[in-house]
Structure formats: structure tokens, C-alpha cells
């Protein structure tokens, strides 16, 4: 979505990506998605590949619930699907967050 320059939107947030940090931070406003990230970005710095059955014996939900809790976060751009037969694997997007936490900064007006 794009957001139209009109009289609505102050001159100041043209130039940041505000659809970016409502998407990202929607994602991570729930503390099982944003635990879920941070056990998959733990796993990709170790060079572990984490897949559905990975995540619901570390956080002992049902797999349903963990499969929609990875779906926001694939739909945030957070997080990148590989599937493999069956089976899906997740990888942290590192791309998004550092463009999210840029994004954040240039919103700041501190």
C-alpha cells in the first residue's frame, strides 16, 4: 500500500516508511511472535535450521496456534518460509528488521 502525498500526511513522514513499521510492529506486539522470532534468529546465528515441529516442542503450544503466529511473521517480511517436502523451515529476514529499526529512528522525535 502506498500512501498518497496529500494534506493528510505532514511533510516529515514522506520520507519514512510508515506501512513498514505499522506491518513489523504489529508482528511483533504479541510476546509469543516476538519469542518465536527471537528463538529463530538464535537458531540461524547458531546455523540451525528451525522448523514447525522445532518451535512447538521448544514452546510447548499447539502446532496450530504456532502456525498462525508464523504466518504474521511471514507476512511482516520478519521471517522467510523454505518448505522442503513436507516440512517448512524458518529464517529470520535480518534485511526487514534493520529496515524496520531505521525506519523507527527516522519516525522518532527524540
Known amino acids: 500500500m502506498r500512501i498518497r502525498r496529500d494534506k493528510g500526511v505532514s511533510e516529515e513522514l514522506q520520507g519514512i516508511d510508515t506501512e513498514l513499521i505499522a506491518t513489523v510492529s504489529d508482528a511483533l506486539a504479541h510476546p509469543v511472535r516476538l519469542a518465536l522470532f527471537r528463538y529463530i534468529m538464535h537458531c540461524n546465528k547458531e546455523m540451525q535450521s528451525v522448523c514447525t515441529k522445532d518451535l512447538v516442542q521448544v514452546f510447548d503450544y499447539a502446532q496450530a496456534t504456532i502456525s498462525q503466529h508464523m504466518k504474521r511473521l511471514v507476512k511482516s517480511g520478519l521471517v522467510e518460509v523454505h ?14 528488521l534493520a529496515r524496520y529499526i531505521d525506519a523507527t529512528r527516522k519516525f522518532s522525535v527524540l
Not at 523451515?89 to 534485511?95: K, M, Q, R, T
Request: charged letters at 20%; hydrophobic letters at 45%.
Open 83 to 96: 518448505r522442503v517436502e513436507k516440512f517448512s523451515y524458518f529464517y529470520a529476514n535480518l534485511g526487514v
